[in-house]
């Protein structure tokens, strides 16, 4: 647990790692908060999984439809 309050309901917030990223998560409104270049990690971090799904198999054509990466984190 972390000493940090939930911006939306002042609920303590609970400190999660994802893919190595440590995120705040409210337990209460089930707010999810990111400090500052969690973002910018996580959306690195997806170009570059693309980058290697499409370098493995450059003829490959990706899925028109593909899980979501914050669906994937948050799952």
Do not use: Y
């Not at 440590?22 to 089930?30: A, F, G, L, Q, S």
């Amino acid at each position: 647990m972390t000493d940090k309050l939930c911006p939306a309901c002042h609920a303590p917030l609970q400190a999660t790692e994802r893919r190595g990223i440590e995120i705040d998560v409210c337990p209460t409104c089930r707010g999810v908060w990111l400090d500052r270049g969690e973002l910018d990690k996580l959306l690195n971090r997806e170009a570059a999984s693309t980058r290697r799904r499409t370098a493995a198999d450059p003829g490959a054509e990706l899925p028109r439809r593909r899980r979501s990466t914050w669906r994937d984190l948050f799952d």
